[in-house]
């Protein structure tokens, strides 16, 4: 007689993806809100205010409003990259959550190639910003699909320096023995020239203020997301939030000891609480610094990354090298 359950394994993998789909549209909430009501403090304006208790309802009310609208192809548009564009952003956003380790026990899948998978899945981002940008047939998004693609090749670079730099101290790929090799001493206390460089160029590689050049609305309109509107505009946007919850979910990993922190009871359950916090506190941060610096020219940023986030980061991994091998 046959077994008719489902392998254990698939069932796991399974309740994972569902567990991801929960993580992305939940975080989609939370920053919607976090991010207006912090940028309404900073400066010194409320927020929203009156749809529910403090405004927490304006999001739900938002939803409602998008799934309402219509969507507005443009004429001269390529309809097929047109339509496929949000989806190509939106749709991969899922994966990079099934390998994270939120605590020992809660991680969908543990690759000895986590982290290089991680990366593989995220640059996908920048194929469906040029899709838009090329598809759109706008000079606006075209411009600001363009300067995705210059800005991310070039911040790339940093970054994956900087995580050569983690990758030579733990000598693993996988995310959950890069969190143990930080038990007794997390890495941004030994290496805290690494946390700055790759938190700044994962603020750029999410194309969040003062970094947001491919959108620049006071330059390009809304740049590759000009033409769109109703979901498509709202799958590029959850995108984004899910992104940044990823970036802030790698650095938690790399640099501030994942999901060590104080003991807490049923510590192999509830430690994901302390990598929750870990992760919303570096969000806050990105919302603060957006909501605080003006925005730099694209000459700027791209002068920033090349003249000094690639050499420091070059430098570092030389003396990480060395020390390594003294």
């Known amino acids: 007689m046959t077994d ?8 796991r993998i399974l309740f994972a993806a569902i567990c991801a789909i929960v993580v992305v549209f939940g975080n989609a909430l939370v920053m919607g809100y976090l991010e207006r009501k912090f940028a309404g403090r900073f400066q010194r304006r409320p927020g929203p205010m009156e749809v529910g208790w403090q405004g927490l309802l304006q999001l739900a009310v938002d939803g409602v409003k998008l799934v309402g609208k219509q969507l507005v192809i443009p004429r001269q548009a390529d309809k097929v990259l047109y339509r496929i564009a949000p989806i190509v952003s939106f749709a991969p956003a899922v994966l990079p959550l099934l390998v994270i380790p939120f605590s020992p026990k809660l991680q969908g899948r543990d690759f000895d190639i986590g982290l290089i998978f991680i990366l593989a899945v995220v640059a996908i981002n920048v194929l469906a ?5 090329w598809g759109s047939n706008n000079k606006y998004s075209l411009l600001g699909a363009m ?6 090749v070039a911040y790339e670079i940093p970054m994956l320096l900087t995580l050569l730099s983690v990758i030579l101290v733990t000598n693993t790929f996988s995310l959950k023995g890069i969190v143990a090799a930080q038990e007794g001493l997390w890495f941004i206390l030994v290496m805290p020239v690494a946390f700055l460089i790759f938190f700044v160029a994962t603020v750029a590689e999410t194309n969040r203020a003062p970094f947001d050049l491919p959108e620049a609305e006071s330059e390009l309109t809304a740049g590759f997301m000009t ?5 498509g505009f709202s799958l590029f946007f959850m995108a984004e939030y899910t992104y940044m919850f990823i970036a802030c979910s790698l650095t938690v990993i790399l640099f501030l000891g994942g999901w060590h922190g104080p003991p807490l009871p049923y510590a192999e359950y509830t430690s994901a609480l302390w990598f929750f916090l870990k992760v919303y506190f570096l969000l806050i941060v990105m919302i603060w610094i957006r909501w605080t610096f003006p925005r730099v020219r694209f000459d700027q940023l791209l002068n920033f990354c090349w003249k000094y986030l690639v050499p420091f980061s070059l430098v570092h991994l030389l003396v990480t090298a060395v020390v390594l091998k003294i």
């Open 129 to 133: 910003i040029l899709i838009a940008g």
């Open 227 to 231: 033409e769109f509107s109703g979901m």
């Open 147 to 152: 300067r995705s693609v210059a800005q991310n």
């Open 4 to 11: 008719s359950f489902l392998p254990p394994e698939l069932l």
